[in-house]
């Protein structure tokens, strides 16, 4: 192999490796080869990282407008770390800004292992998909990507790729990848690399070049049309090969899912999606957490499925919890009003809720990922390639196809037909079909609406990127402080 590839070697004074911050190139000579096998399936293993609610979900999801982390008396304040992503006043020793790095530039390496260690077609596909999807979270999230020449010792400094370098690094991966990959076809478990998941992680790379390649990462941005028309037929490509709209839009969280579903993690569950917002006394008990605003529940139309499912309270296990948002007076199992046990009142999510001080009913609680029927969690989905499609065509001159687009998704969803569209709309409908499905941040970014919103105390252009870690920056003086921090 040559060139350089993902790892995660530090530099250090010592011989100890580890496995943190880098990108290694690997020879036969200067690498020991792992079963390519073995450490493949390892690496599926790594997706769980994603169904956590902290670190990589949180960076992407907190930091937004459509999510707020309320601490209620002592409950959730964990010294501040949920509430600094609300506010954006995070630094370089935020626990999870570290957690994500880690975790993402370890199985990053793990990949490259399999890439250095004579894998088969297939197996070198697979590991440069998986690569290529971490990576593409490390240059989104930080800038800026440590890597290390097959020739560096592990006492030598790693070199750093810049973001528009990374950028050419992970359209190279999938590139690549395409050739080796299975096609992939519509099925409720998609938890193997795919052709049409690769060609979906194309279409959000060059849907986001214009950030990615800027000399400010702030903005703004230019988005050239040769980039749109290449997102716009990813995105074909995707639908080429059998793609569409659910029939009912929560089936897509559901085992029952049919026709949408193009990558999920096949390690861990989405519980904690339920868990961190359902109260203590629902079924299942929750941990009383996150809620959404009011002002993007109040973007929805009362006919658009996306809104959600009114609990049934027939008996059954878990039929006290609806889908989507939940708000107002909340029913048992059988259908009675739920007490909650810390004020003996009907427990009714309300839609005011503060940062901090919260009583245990404020915030309107969502539900994607029902207890009673949840399917893999999504990694990658159909629908997000069908608004990136609108948004090319809009940004590439063609407002009517993005307003057809547009209007085949809200029409799925039960919503009325738009009679214009612009970027803010567009913008909006991103928030109403993947709320809460973790990567809101990177589209407030590119719709240059990230320092603008709901709770954000510091405006400071400079967080549209997360500080490389202090421990890493240590390690490295290759390494560059982002700007601000």
Same mark, same amino acid.
């Given at each position: ?298 973007? #929805? +139309? *009362?006919?658009?499925?996306?809104? !959600? @499912?009114?609990? /049934?309270?027939? $008996?059954?296990?878990?039929?006290? %919890? ?124 590119? #719709? +240059? *609406?990230?320092?603008?919103?709901? !709770? @954000?105390?510091? /405006?400071?252009? $400079?967080?549209?990127?997360?500080? %490389? ?17």
């Amino acid at each position: 192999m040559t060139g350089f590839a993902l790892s995660i070697l530090s530099s250090c004074t010592d011989l100890a490796v580890k496995e943190k911050d880098s990108i290694l190139s690997v020879t036969k000579d200067g690498f020991t080869a792992v079963d390519p096998a073995g450490t493949l399936a390892s690496a599926y293993v790594d997706l769980g990282m994603y169904t956590d609610q902290a670190n990589i979900y949180s960076l992407g999801e907190h930091t937004t407008a459509e999510m707020i982390p309320p601490t209620r008396g002592v409950d959730w304040g964990d010294n501040g770390v949920w509430r600094t992503l609300d506010t954006h006043t995070w630094d370089a020793t935020h626990s999870w800004n570290l957690g994500a790095w880690n975790q993402l530039n370890a199985a990053s390496y793990k990949c490259t292992q399999i890439i250095a260690s004579s894998p088969s077609t297939t197996q070198a596909a697979e590991a440069k998909f998986l690569r290529a999807l971490h990576t593409w979270y490390i240059m989104d999230l930080w800038g800026q990507v440590p890597s290390r020449d097959v020739n560096q010792g592990v006492n030598d400094n790693p070199k750093v790729l810049s973001r528009s370098d990374a950028f050419d690094f992970v359209v190279k991966d999938l590139t690549e990848a395409l050739p080796g990959l299975p096609d992939g076809k519509p099925a409720a478990e998609n938890s193997r690399a795919n052709k049409a998941a690769a060609n979906m992680l194309l279409a959000k790379l060059f849907i986001n070049k214009a950030v990615y390649k800027s000399a400010k990462p702030e903005g703004p941005y230019t988005f050239d049309k040769a980039d749109m028309d290449k997102a716009i037929a990813y995105v074909n490509a995707v639908e080429a090969a059998g793609f569409k709209y659910e029939t009912n839009y929560f089936n897509n969280f559901s085992t029952s899912a049919k026709s949408e579903i193009l990558f999920t993690s096949p390690e861990g569950t989405p519980q904690n999606r339920w868990y961190m917002t359902l109260h203590y006394n629902q079924n299942p008990s929750g941990w009383n957490g996150f809620t959404t605003l009011a002002d993007f529940y109040d973007k #929805f +139309e *009362k006919t658009d499925s996306r809104i !959600g @499912v009114a609990a /049934k309270g027939d $008996g059954k296990n878990f039929s006290g %919890i609806g889908r989507g948002f939940l708000i107002g007076p909340q029913i048992d199992d059988n259908g009675k009003p739920l007490i909650d046990t810390r004020t003996t009142k009907v427990l009714s999510f309300t839609r005011d809720v503060t940062l901090a001080g919260t009583a245990t009913d404020k915030g309107i609680r969502v539900i994607k990922y029902h207890p009673s029927d949840a399917g893999k969690y999504i990694l990658l989905r159909y629908s997000e390639g069908a608004l990136i499609k609108a948004e090319a065509q809009l940004r590439g001159g063609d407002a009517a196809g993005a307003l057809a687009t547009v209007n085949a998704l809200r029409t799925a969803r039960g919503a009325s037909k738009l009679g214009s569209v612009d970027a803010a709309g567009i913008f909006d409908e991103y928030g109403r079909e993947l709320y809460w499905e973790g990567n809101k941040r990177t589209i407030e970014v590119r #719709f +240059e *609406k990230f320092l603008t919103g709901t !709770g @954000v105390e510091n /405006k400071a252009v $400079g967080t549209v990127l997360f500080p %490389i870690p202090a421990d890493a920056v240590s390690s490295n003086p290759n390494l560059t402080q982002n700007p601000g921090y």
